[in-house]
């Protein structure tokens, strides 16, 4: 779906300044935590402006300078501070129309804010939703929109979620302020689909001496019918032939034209069969599934809450990778799906290739066998964390590689622990380690992490003083007269 801002007169594509701008800015499954939520897009927005308007650079310096905590405040003070009122102050003379492309504003994810001054029985986040976020970022622009110093018209790309459905449907809105665009089949996406496959496969066969009349018409025509218009098929059936360990492009094209769905007439029916055809070639397919969830850091909460980027690929693979399963080995038959970083590169995430394929693991319902929920996303996760407590960080390891996958391990945003105290096992010692790990590389989440401890009243209690020691004895409190209880026994 994509909708349009506008009571300008119509203009081709050609006559427009085009600013793009996202929520996202750049690729959502590989930017960094803070880009993928609406904290960027005002500023982002407000940067391309500028660019575009030099006038308005002064404005908006000023307007920072007046208040350099704006970048805090909601999206419609940012929106009237840094974007309309610097309108107001400058003279717009464009010599052809402007518009604003805004795309993937459904991939937005949820901001979540923690109270700092919260004791830790109350220091619970604000919960949102992502939905919440993503209909604030409509009502600004609808704002800027609306408004006569903003010379500029609004187009927004994204998938017809409810949110986008319900807003620009509201029968409250007096006009209609945003015809939508449904980008349908009436577009042919046959024919985009068709020339892309083509042309990849001319690189095929020039790449591996193939003949020229490889593929077939029919076999294309297949391949057509089976995207469905889904253009997210023939790009994974392309990488697919090009990356898999297992056969030549001719017997991995067959292998493709062979997996059907067995029932199902949904758009998505080829599409969901070929992820599983894929994912089941991993030796260990719902090991696989598993790292791709904590590769997201979707447990379902944001596991990489705290941290200002998304972690490399190198310290994932510390964290999940044990010794009779490491990461070429879990995910070296998926390569059509994720990109994997070479093995010498120490700072590059993984980077899934497209949003369906989690819209895929995420449904019981199109992923059958192969789908884990969260709680088996929670469990994994736990056992790993506490395998690493038990051995009190990675035994074997650089003490550079040592130190940044500490960060990380301590900065992790861990789901609930207590529904899986009966299969864990925190020794005391483990305990210290973990405190002292705490206040060495993650003082700021000291209070969360002790308000999840004691949010369950479980058998961790004991753990909970061990954890109040060897923060006091750490701090300088040695000679507080705290008493070290271990099992009722005074130590």
């Known amino acids: 779906m994509t909708s349009f801002f506008t009571n300008a007169r119509d203009v081709s594509v050609n006559e427009l300044r085009v600013i ?12 960094s935590p803070d880009r993928r939520r609406k904290t960027a897009f005002i500023p982002t927005l407000a940067y391309q402006f500028a660019q575009c308007i030099p006038a308005l650079k002064g404005p908006l310096s000023q307007a920072i300078q007046n208040d350099p905590l704006l970048f805090k405040k909601n999206l419609h003070i940012q929106m009237e501070a840094l974007i309309l009122t610097p309108l107001r102050q400058v003279t717009v003379e464009l010599n052809v129309p402007g518009v ?26 604000i919960e949102r939703t992502k939905e919440e976020d993503q209909l604030e970022i409509l009502q600004v622009l609808r704002e800027a929109a609306l408004d006569p110093a903003f010379p500029f018209r609004i187009v927004i790309a994204s998938r017809p979620e409810r949110v986008f459905r319900d807003f620009f449907n509201n029968e409250s809105h007096t006009s209609s302020f945003a015809p939508s665009l449904v980008l349908d089949e009436k577009y042919n996406p046959d024919a985009d689909i068709t020339l892309f496959l083509k042309a990849k496969f001319s690189e095929i066969q020039r790449r591996y001496n193939l003949s020229p009349s490889w593929p077939s018409p029919e076999s294309l025509v297949t391949l057509l019918n089976q995207a469905s218009g889904q253009f997210i098929y023939a790009a994974t059936v392309i990488r697919y032939i090009t990356t898999s360990r297992h056969g030549s492009p001719h017997a991995l094209l067959d292998q493709v034209l062979k997996v059907t769905p067995s029932s199902g007439t949904n758009p998505f029916s080829h599409l969901d069969t070929f992820y599983t055809h894929i994912l089941q070639s991993a030796p260990n397919t719902i090991l696989a599934v598993k790292w791709l969830w904590i590769i997201k850091g979707e447990i379902p909460h944001n596991l990489f809450f705290h941290m200002h980027r998304t972690p490399s690929a190198f310290l994932l693979n510390l964290l999940l990778q044990t010794d009779d399963t490491d990461a070429e080995h879990v995910l070296g038959d998926l390569y059509s799906l994720i990109n994997v970083p070479p093995s ?14 989690y819209d895929f693991l995420g449904s019981k319902g199109r992923c059958g066998p192969i789908y884990v929920g969260d709680m088996q996303r929670a469990e994994f996760l736990w056992v790993r964390f506490s395998d690493i407590c038990m051995h009190k960080g990675l035994p074997a390891s650089r003490p550079s590689d040592q130190e940044k996958f500490l960060h990380l391990f301590f900065n992790l ?17 483990s305990v210290d380690w973990w405190a002292s790990g705490c206040i060495l590389h993650s003082e700021d989440r000291i209070r969360l992490k002790f308000y999840y401890v004691h949010r369950q009243e479980y058998d961790y209690m004991q753990a909970c003083v061990d954890i109040v020691i060897i923060t006091f004895s750490l701090c300088g409190g040695d000679n507080l007269g705290v008493l070290h209880l271990h099992g009722g026994q005074q130590r």
């Open 344 to 357: 010498d590169d120490f700072e590059t995430p993984y980077r899934p290739y497209h949003r369906s394929l």
């Open 20 to 31: 793009h701008v996202s929520p996202s800015v750049g690729d959502p499954l590989n930017a």
């Open 413 to 429: 945003f861990m789901p609930d622990i207590g529904r899986f105290t009966s299969q864990l096992n925190f020794a005391p010692s």
């Open 100 to 125: 604003v492309l805004v795309d993937g504003v459904d991939e937005c994810e949820v901001e979540q804010y923690v109270g700092s001054h919260a004791s830790p029985r109350a220091g619970e986040s």
